[in-house]
């Protein structure tokens, strides 16, 4: 079963750029899926940040496209997330997850909460 | 890019049944069968429970159930129990290759 866990620092300054990364075990980044970040701020809903594909194709919400740049690194079976610019608004708790050919996101990682604070 | 709208809360006791809505619009939940939803426990990862609209992963209960009317979707949890107690999101294709999150609905099993 494929399963995937967030590193990345928990504390970044306004206007620094926010660095993840997911690692994949038990499967391979190479295999026909997405690979998707998702973010949850304090007291708020999840937003789709944007997904992967093995290739490097890759998908951006809109409001997040100018500051948000996802790859992939097959040799380390990771895929990383960085945010240009960010603000207090950044915020969040951060998932990476994966969407099928079937179109759901599942599993998720547990995520890791990243706080945007001088 | 807007989020879909949920209720902030619902409630129900035990035994009870309840329904969630989401309402988009007709550029995403009106237009593709691709609404899914989430449980979210506290400090957890959130989990699939519903997707293409009223399909149920294996090792899903069947108290859970989907549906859509128009551009409203709704998720309905029958014999609620305790542990139903989470937040639950739906999500949405909208379109140009984007995804779309709902703003969650906080489930209270009174």
């Known amino acids: 079963q494929v399963q995937l866990q967030e590193s990345g620092p928990g504390l970044v300054k306004p206007s620094g750029t926010l660095s993840l990364t997911c690692t994949v075990s038990?499967?391979?980044?190479?295999?026909?899926?997405?690979w998707t970040w998702v973010r949850r701020p304090p007291g708020k809903g999840l937003e789709w940040i944007g997904e992967i594909y093995q290739s490097g194709n890759t998908n951006y919400n809109p409001s997040l496209r100018s500051r948000v740049t996802i790859s992939v690194d097959k040799s380390k079976n990771q895929f990383s997330l960085k945010l240009t610019s960010v603000t207090a608004a950044d915020t969040a708790v951060y998932y990476c997850?994966?969407?099928?050919?079937?179109?759901?996101?599942?599993?998720w990682g547990q995520g890791t909460l990243v706080t945007v604070s001088s | 890019q807007s989020a879909l709208t949920q209720p902030a809360s619902v409630s129900g006791s035990p035994g009870q049944s309840i329904t969630i809505s989401c309402t988009g619009t007709s550029s995403d939940v009106g237009s593709y069968n691709l609404v899914s939803w989430y449980q979210q426990h506290p400090d957890k990862a959130p989990k699939l429970i519903i997707y293409?609209?009223?399909k149920r992963p294996s090792g899903v209960s069947n108290r859970f159930s989907g549906s859509r009317s128009g551009n409203t979707a709704s998720l309905t949890i029958s014999g609620l129990q305790a542990d139903d107690e989470a937040d639950y999101y739906c999500c949405s294709y909208a379109g140009f290759s984007t995804w779309m999150f709902g703003g969650g609905t906080k489930l209270t099993v009174l």
């Open positions: 038990g499967g391979s980044i190479t295999s026909t899926n997405w």
């Open positions: 997850a994966i969407r099928p050919p079937r179109n759901w996101f599942d599993p």
């Open positions: 293409e609209v009223n």
